[in-house]
């Protein structure tokens, strides 16, 4: 996984998941579920990967070779 993933307890029951890729990308959700959280920002995560991913993929079709 190119995501590192801290969990903190900012107010009292309430939270903060930040997800931050190695190319820079940082995603946050805030909220008192903290499961709740958690899978919106690993569905953010996944969303953002396949954009990287088809990104990759264009501009290495695009690239010609000599």
Known sequence: ME???EINEISNNV???T???RLGSVIE????DIE???REALNDVTHLDKEIEDKI??????????
């Open 3 to 5: 995501w590192k993933t």
């Open 15 to 17: 939270y903060k998941v």
């Open 29 to 32: 959700k805030t909220g008192i």
């Open 57 to 66: 993929i264009k501009t290495n079709h695009n690239k010609t070779y000599k």
């Open 19 to 21: 997800m931050t890729h």
């Open 36 to 38: 709740i959280i958690k």
